[in-house]
């Protein structure tokens, strides 16, 4: 009995740091907020309409089936027509509380460096009566396996979302002015 517990003690010792080090990429998370000078109500007239992302300077068009119902869906086509394009889903939506929850069902990471992305976008009013906008996201660098090249590590992917979320927040900024 002692010979085997020493084999199993000495199996374990040899197996247990491999696997310590083949653990796959960690889930990334990117939080972004501004704060603009518009009511709630008044920015959430512009975002809060799944179907159309028109006010995001890297979207070319938006098309999209059934609104704001859950499980609705939207193709977003950046750039220009024919531009590289992301298929996402909305799986929450509230009015009341001026938020929706949606994830990427299609992208090629090429365009956009991730894997089992899902992102909230939500408006909150603020004492100043402007609004703070909050768009946050979690998700998967665009590499699954271990030694990711460069252009799809943990790195690149939070750059990625970084920029997306920064350059739709800046441009409602500058279309409701910046809170004081």
């Known amino acids: 009995m ?3 517990l020493t084999i199993l003690t000495l199996l374990a010792g040899l197996i247990l740091p491999g696997l310590a080090l083949a653990h796959g990429p960690t889930r990334q998370k990117v939080t972004l907020t ?3 000078a518009a009511a709630p109500a008044d920015v959430w007239a512009v975002i809060g309409n799944f ?17 704001n119902e859950l499980e609705a869906t939207r193709l977003l086509t950046l750039g220009a027509e024919g531009g590289p394009t992301i298929a996402e889903e909305l799986y929450k939506f509230s009015d009341e509380k001026r938020s929706y929850s949606y994830r990427i069902t299609d992208v ?10 899902s992102s909230h976008l939500t408006v909150k009013p603020t004492d100043a009566g402007g609004s703070l ?3 946050r996201g979690a998700f998967y660098r665009g ?21 997306v979320y920064q350059a739709g ?3 409602l900024t500058a279309r409701f002015g910046a809170a004081n």
Do not use: C, F, K
């Open 2 to 4: 002692r010979r085997i």
């Open 34 to 36: 501004t704060e603009v």
């Open 51 to 67: 179907q159309d992302m028109s006010w995001h300077p890297a979207v070319h068009s938006t098309t999209g089936e059934g609104g």
């Open 108 to 117: 090629l990471v090429e365009v956009l460096p991730v894997t089992n992305y």
């Open 133 to 135: 906008i909050e768009w």
């Open 143 to 163: 590499y699954p396996n271990n030694d990711p090249p460069e252009n799809l590590n943990d790195e690149a992917a939070v750059a990625a979302v970084t920029g």
């Open 169 to 171: 927040l800046d441009a």
